[in-house]
């Protein structure tokens, strides 16, 4: 049996020019070919793991559908962390501090879109260690994020 990264891996090589992924950009789709895709997995897990991230480690990932929530889920991946894929939908609160504090989870990969979920309950959260924000643009200082890298 062939886990996800193994199966990257070979189809990388089979289609590295291919189109893997596409994400609407303004007004039209842009493509991020599987070899893209592999590197952009590859720099995901570099950081994770400069930033002190262990195998194990229980990464939750919340994001819309977008390029960035896969190659974000292959990077936790690749890092040997365990990833805890949590639906959007998900409202702030009881549920999404129960979900994380049942799953563990030390690390939180976040959207801009979500970040407001995590902050109504972060103080509650004694396991998080660090939340990424998947969106640079964001102000920090108009989050109230104490975590945010």
Do not use: C
């Not at 592999?38 to 950081?47: H, T």
């Not at 936790?76 to 979900?99: N, T, W, Y």
């Not at 939180?108 to 309950?121: D, T, Y």
């Amino acid at each position: 049996m062939k886990t996800i990264i193994q199966l990257l891996e070979d189809s990388s090589a089979k289609y590295a020019n291919n189109p893997y992924l596409f994400e609407k950009k303004a007004d039209r789709y842009e493509a991020i070919t599987y070899k893209e895709t592999k590197e952009e997995a590859y720099r995901i897990a570099a950081g994770l793991l400069s930033l002190g991230i262990v195998k194990g480690d229980r990464v939750a990932l919340i994001s819309e559908s977008r390029t960035d929530w896969v190659t974000s889920e292959l990077g936790i991946l690749h890092a040997g962390a365990v990833s805890v894929p949590l639906s959007i939908m998900l409202k702030e609160g009881i549920d999404l501090k129960f979900r994380l504090d049942h799953s563990e989870t030390k690390w939180v990969i976040i959207s801009g879109n979500h970040l407001s979920k995590i902050n109504s309950v972060k103080e509650e959260l004694s396991r998080i260690e660090k939340i990424i924000i998947l969106d640079p643009k964001i102000d920090m200082r108009k989050t109230k994020s104490l975590w945010a890298t």
